[in-house]
């Protein structure tokens, strides 16, 4: 991981724990992170105040943008829309948006093709690509971290057609990932999802 000791610390940050949640979600692995390290991801200093459906629009509306992007046509996409994680520097009023989807069932070098196509789309799209290269699992999945130049948001994107990832379902991962937004007062995170 030598490119990492070139990225911005808040980045490199940014970037091992979005790679430690989705290790953990998607396989069970453990990694060094903790919950601390993963939550202080992506931390500004003063959050932006923003209702919790207007930074869920945004999530999901940056997500299509991506899958427009990749270009794939056929295939499945894994449904559902973006979600509210609560910060831990302030549960009750900070909060941030995750949004995880995959492309699947789609030929393995269609998915490289369209993987190709989000890293060269997303600088003409407002987005600056801070990481790019293999992953230290196993199976070195190809893998990229961009940042939003207009918005608070990043995406993480994965590629799985090598090793047992690839063998067992060939897909591209994706994970659009918000800074810390403060409700607007009166907003019961608790109630949000």
């Known amino acids: 991981m030598n490119w ?6 808040r980045r490199r940050l ?39 459906d207007q930074a869920r629009t945004k999530a999901n509306h940056l997500s299509s943008q991506i899958l427009d992007m990749i270009g794939i046509k056929e295939g499945k996409v894994t449904e559902g829309g973006a979600g509210v994680s609560l910060c831990d520097d302030d549960p009750d009023h900070l909060y941030r948006m995750r949004h995880p989807w995959s492309i699947y069932e789609v030929a393995s ?4 093709a369209g993987f190709q196509r989000l890293r060269d789309s997303l600088p003409k799209n407002g987005w600056k690509v801070v990481a790019y290269g293999r992953d230290t699992s196993a ?5 990229l971290t961009a940042d939003s130049e207009k918005e608070p948001f990043s995406v993480n994107a994965s590629l799985h ?33």
């Open 4 to 9: 990492l000791r070139h990225l911005l610390p």
């Open 161 to 193: 057609i090598t090793g047992s990832s690839g063998t067992q379902q060939p897909m591209i991962q994706v994970r659009v990932v918000s800074n810390c937004f403060r409700a607007p007062k009166g907003t019961d995170l608790g109630k949000e999802y």
């Open 139 to 143: 199976n070195k999945n190809l893998e």
């Open 109 to 112: 070098d269609k998915l490289e």
């Open 14 to 52: 940014a970037l091992c724990a979005a790679a430690s949640v989705v290790a953990l979600v998607m396989t069970g692995c453990s990694k060094d992170m903790t919950k601390k390290d993963v939550n202080d991801a992506g931390r500004t200093a003063e959050p932006t105040t923003l209702a919790v």
